[in-house]
């Protein structure tokens, strides 16, 4: 028996603040959002990385929007976006986001193959079993040893053959309703 995974929507639960730190950083965030012009991609990009790193995943994803506006800061700024929208569930936003950092990559060096595999676990937990493997296989045949995708490959492999037997297993049915 082959163990499938059910992935559903989760809601992120934002860390819960004590009341007098929740109106400091509202008033940080108000006092940044004076003085930051939006063309300051690093320092969108930087608290970007600062709120996903404190759990605030949604002021994560609007910095990282904000930065991604700048060609220099895209790929960077697409690649954690994927990881957010990974993280609230939103694998379509996910898939996008790294594919647009995929498109930008000019050099196949390990940011390209990081952002593959990235890719792939998107295609995978939005269901779609053939382009995720396609992606894991194409980082397997770059390096077996690349986080767990010998594993992935593997185990995407063992799905897809079990839905086609289940499918196979329909068709053969005939019904006379």
């Not at 809601?11 to 004076?34: A, M, N, T, Y």
């Not at 952002?115 to 382009?131: H, I, P, Q, R, V």
């Amino acid at each position: 028996v082959i163990p499938t995974e059910t992935f559903e929507l989760q809601e992120i639960v934002e860390p819960q603040f004590d009341s007098d730190v929740l109106d400091i950083f509202h008033e940080f965030k108000k006092g940044l959002e004076k003085e930051l012009d939006v063309e300051d991609s690093e320092t969108h990009y930087n608290l970007g990385i600062a709120y996903k790193e404190m759990g605030l995943v949604d002021d994560a994803i609007k910095e990282f929007q904000t930065s991604r506006e700048n060609p220099e800061y895209y790929i960077r700024a697409a690649s954690m976006l994927g990881l957010c929208y990974m993280e609230k569930g939103l694998f379509p936003l996910a898939v996008d986001a790294f594919r647009g950092a995929l498109d930008r990559i000019e050099t196949q060096d390990e940011s390209y193959w990081g952002a593959t595999y990235d890719l792939a676990s998107a295609y995978e937990k939005n269901g779609d079993l053939k382009e995720a493997f396609d992606a894991f296989s194409e980082v397997y045949g770059w390096n077996s040893g690349f986080r767990q995708v010998t594993e992935k490959v593997n185990s995407i492999e063992e799905m897809i053959a079990q839905k086609d037997s289940k499918q196979k297993e329909k068709k053969d049915r005939v019904s006379y309703l």
